[in-house]
């Protein structure tokens, strides 16, 4: 029985005695994440990107006037544009000062969605929309622990609320607190709900639960369905939220209400799932879920994917490799069935992969309908049969109900491993429903050990890190920088250090990185002599002819002036003009991003009158020449 094996890369940040656990499900989840980063998905480039118009905030500068209509007119035009997001945080900008940095267009990030239908092609009127948000790409970088695919370029370290932070198990702002807004949404119910329990309000948790169960108006279907229905569970956005929601809730109280709802909404989940032909050559794959207007989204698809992986590590489909049956396979409402024979037959078999060190929960979820004593589960390791876990009879049917088959608390001693997890029946006749195979994580040990005083991540904010390739960082991991080897991190970057993507590099005391020799004038690596992977090539020199805190640098960026060399920002309500700091740019300037400006960019007009650079003209005006005018 034994097959070819299988190596999974990667494992999410395991968050062990956590109220908060995501995990990669196959092969759904898989082909999802495959999907969203394809050309038809959601991970574009930043090239040509523009921050003019805002769409929800009003807190912006003079040339970042709040208006909606205008910006979405840009983006029907297929501009890639980001502004404040809901929460006033912009994608690009790094250094926090209300602007896109010099190198904002130099990375990849996700954007809203591409005008695909279910089928994976062009809307006849809908246009893609590359618009590319904070909060969303926040949500990004949660799929790409959990995945270990690339890091979207551009998320700033932002200390007040963040919308999804709610996901990430860190006890940061949440997107919702109690009572902060009426719960007239069953997404509503489900982020307070995963609110209270990441802050241990097991209580408050409850009542939502209670609550949302009720809007939810669930009715059971019997005959060949045996599945809950919802009637105010219709937008994928909501129902991705509350299976996230159930399926904590369960993680955390193991109750039988919130698993038959848990293992329903999964079904509903996967059966909206979308497929398509167009992508690979023909073969027919899962992508990703429909947002209310009926396209592949991104918001809809990444939280579908993190509400199938809720509540452990790893979950498997037990229909499709690398999990195996010796009998017939019916499936029903996206759940296994088979009919156990007489004689003895392997029900289930697989998965054949290593996993890491640790101590986890086998699990099986179970729906049978006559008890048979000798059906049950063990766990053999193919490489050590030493390793070998005995059989443990399944010793209850519930009918219509599904149950949990578990053995708790087995321990990955050695590496490297082939485990199979096996169902088995040595005869009575018995009709079984399994709807998947799940390993859950008590606790992830890292081999060899971290030093004293450090602490281990699983990934770090790398790209394509290995199933064991945890790194050692100091305590207080996460946040934004890393030192040049990842062990170290911190919130802002050290003296005689400068942040480098996600890194803090040094050249030490009283030196300058001499940027002018590294990146072009769009902040992209002039050659692949100075790529990040080569950071000791990197060039530090004593002096600089103009120099921004401890890098040589080619002209002050917007905001800041040349003082003697050295770029100074301008103080509030000033403007930089050259070298000096002015209340209002003069003839024959213009203002755009807090600086004087000769002529207005690409993509804004200008406003004659207030010698401002904008992204639109007011509809008291025309444009003229590429100048807003009421002459």
Same mark, same amino acid.
């Given at each position: ?489 911190? &919130?802002? =970057? +050290? ?8 890194? %803090?590099?040094? $050249? !030490?005391? /009283? *030196?300058?990185? @001499? ?38 640098? &080619?002209? =002050? +960026? ?8 050295? %770029?100074?920002? $301008? !103080?509030? /309500? *000033?403007?930089? @003009? ?54």
């Amino acid at each position: 029985m034994r097959i070819i094996s299988i190596f999974i890369t990667s494992l999410l940040l395991i968050l062990v005695n956590s109220a908060i656990k995501f995990g990669k499900y196959h092969p759904n989840g898989f082909q999802a994440v495959t999907y969203m980063y394809s050309s038809d998905g959601f991970w574009k480039p930043l090239t040509n990107l523009v921050y003019g118009l805002e769409k929800y905030s009003s807190n912006g500068s003079p040339q970042h006037i709040l208006n909606s209509y205008e910006f979405d007119k840009l983006v029907q035009k297929g501009q890639s544009l980001t502004c404040r997001d809901e929460e006033g945080h912009i994608l690009g900008d790094l250094d926090l000062d209300g602007e896109l940095d010099t190198n904002s267009q130099s990375g990849y990030a996700f954007h809203t969605h591409n005008a695909k239908t279910g089928a994976n092609v062009n809307h006849a009127t809908i246009k893609p929309e590359y618009t590319f948000f904070h909060n969303e790409n926040y949500l990004g970088r949660l799929i790409a622990n959990i995945y270990g695919t690339d890091i979207p370029f551009g998320l700033g370290l932002y200390t007040d609320k963040i919308q999804w932070s709610i996901l990430t198990g860190r006890n940061g702002p949440s997107y919702l607190y109690t009572g902060e807004v009426s719960m007239i949404r069953a997404s509503d119910y489900a982020l307070n709900g995963i609110y209270n329990l990441d802050r241990g309000s097991t209580a408050q948790a409850t009542t939502i639960f209670n609550s949302l169960l009720t809007f939810l108006n669930p009715v059971f279907v019997g005959g060949a369905t045996l599945e809950y229905t919802y009637s105010n569970l219709t937008s994928n956005y909501d129902l991705a939220l509350t299976k996230i929601f159930i399926g904590l809730y369960y993680y955390q109280f193991r109750d039988n209400v919130s698993l038959q709802h848990m293992i329903s909404l999964r079904s509903i989940l996967m059966t909206r799932q979308q497929s398509s032909t167009t992508v690979y050559s023909g073969s027919s794959v899962k992508t990703g879920w429909l947002n209310d207007s009926n396209i592949l989204a991104f918001r809809e698809t990444s939280l579908a994917i993190i509400a199938l992986g809720v509540g452990a590590e790893f979950t498997f489909e037990l229909n499709t490799s690398p999990f195996h049956s010796q009998l017939t396979v019916t499936t029903v409402q996206n759940h296994v069935r088979m009919v156990n024979p007489a004689g003895a037959s392997f029900n289930i078999y697989g998965p054949y992969l290593s996993f890491p060190f640790g101590n986890f929960n086998e699990e099986f979820y179970v729906r049978c309908y006559l008890l048979t004593p000798n059906l049950g589960f063990d766990i053999n390791d193919n490489n050590n049969p030493s390793n070998y876990a005995g059989f443990l009879p399944i010793n209850s049917c519930n009918g219509n109900q599904w149950f949990l088959a578990a053995r708790s608390n087995y321990n990955v001693v050695v590496y490297p491993n082939l485990y199979e997890f096996r169902i088995l029946s040595y005869g009575g006749v018995n009709t079984v429903d399994y709807a998947y195979f799940r390993l859950v994580y008590n606790s992830f040990v890292p081999n060899p050990p971290c030093p004293t005083g450090s602490v281990y991540i699983f990934p770090a904010y790398g790209t394509n890190p290995s199933i064991y390739s945890y790194q050692c960082v100091s305590a207080g991991y996460p946040s934004q920088f890393t030192d040049e080897n990842g062990t170290a991190s911190y &919130s802002t =970057c +050290p003296a005689n250090t400068t942040a480098v993507g996600n890194r %803090c590099l040094a $050249c !030490g005391p /009283g *030196l300058f990185f @001499d940027t002018t020799q590294v990146l072009d004038a769009n902040g992209n690596f002039k050659s692949s002599t100075y790529t990040g992977n080569n950071k000791a090539s990197w060039p530090c020199v004593a002096s600089c002819t103009l120099k921004l805190g401890t890098n040589c640098v &080619s002209s =002050c +960026p917007n905001g800041y002036i040349n003082s003697s060399g050295t %770029c100074t920002q $301008c !103080g509030a /309500g *000033l403007i930089a @003009d050259g070298s000096t700091c002015v209340l209002l740019c003069t003839s024959p300037k213009f203002l755009f991003k807090n600086s004087c400006v000769a002529s207005c960019p690409t993509y804004t007009y200008t406003i004659a009158t207030s010698r401002i650079c904008t992204m639109i003209c007011s509809k008291m005006f025309f444009i003229w020449q590429n100048v807003c005018s009421d002459a």
